[in-house]
């Protein structure tokens, strides 16, 4: 059973910074291609920004310039770099783990809450 485990989010001010962390269990990480994702309240779950297993790196528009995603196989774990925070970047950030980047077999994590407010 995959499992994806997320942490490093929290409360922050404007301008500020944060790393998030999704560890994955249960399956060989490098066959997967990786993305983070959020959720607003009240909106639907957009792409945030993805990388696949030989580490290509896409990123949503609202989020080029301030956002950063790698990722370690060796420690099983994807990371977000969050600079530049805004206060609407406020959301529930998800680990998607998706084998072989083929969207056929899909997991995701249990999000982890970033609020950005002075």
């Known amino acids: 059973q995959v499992q994806l485990v997320e942490s490093g989010g929290g409360l922050v001010q404007p301008g500020g910074f944060l790393r998030l962390s999704c560890v994955a269990s249960?399956?060989?990480?490098?066959?997967?291609?990786m993305a983070w994702y959020r959720q607003a309240p009240g909106k639907q779950r957009e792409l945030v920004a993805g990388i696949t297993s030989g580490g290509s790196t896409n990123y949503a528009d609202s989020v080029k310039g301030r956002f950063t995603i790698s990722r370690d196989n060796a420690k099983d774990t994807v990371y977000l770099q969050m600079n530049s925070l805004k206060p609407e970047d406020t959301a529930v950030y998800y680990c998607?783990?998706?084998?072989?980047?083929?969207?056929?077999?899909?997991?995701w994590g249990q999000g982890t809450q970033v609020t950005v407010s002075s």
């Open positions: 249960g399956t060989i990480f490098s066959w997967y291609a």
């Open positions: 998607k783990a998706d084998f072989g980047g083929t969207g056929l077999r899909v997991y």
